[in-house]
């Protein structure tokens, strides 16, 4: 059974860090362009960062860029590294896979085939 699970999620201050993790089981996450969008409550899904299964290039929203690192560890971990966090990032954070061989793109949703049930992320003092 192919299964995304995220992890890592909680509640932090404003300018508090988290890593979220992303660990498939029944195919190799490596394989795949693997993004993290979130959902906060009464918005939009919004893409927030991927990484290719190609060259491990990566591409970031504008609103996360210079705070957010997205990286691989191994086959089947995807990270997202989250600093110098702000009350706007509040979201539940998924994690998903696409199986093509281009550069990630967080705005092609339809890409990706594969999605975990996401972690709560709260940023608040």
């Known amino acids: 059974q192919l299964q995304l699970v995220e992890s890592g999620g909680g509640l932090v201050q404003p300018g508090g860090s988290l890593r979220l993790s992303c660990a498939a089981s029944?195919?190799?996450?490596?394989?795949?362009?693997t993004g993290w969008f979130r959902q906060a409550p009464g918005k939009e899904r919004e893409g927030v960062s991927c990484?290719?299964?190609?060259?491990?290039?990566t591409n970031y929203a504008d609103s996360v860029k210079g705070r957010f690192t997205i990286s691989r560890d191994n086959a089947n971990t995807v990270y997202l590294q989250m600093d110098s966090l702000k009350p706007e990032d509040t979201a539940v954070y998924l994690c998903?896979?696409?199986?093509?061989?281009?550069?990630?793109?967080?705005?092609?949703?339809?890409?990706?085939?594969?999605w975990g049930q996401g972690t709560q992320v709260t940023v608040s003092s």
């Open positions: 998903a896979a696409a199986p093509v061989q281009a550069p990630c793109d967080i705005t092609k949703e339809h890409w990706y085939d594969y």
């Open positions: 029944g195919f190799t996450l490596a394989d795949y362009n």
């Open positions: 990484i290719s299964s190609i060259g491990n290039s």
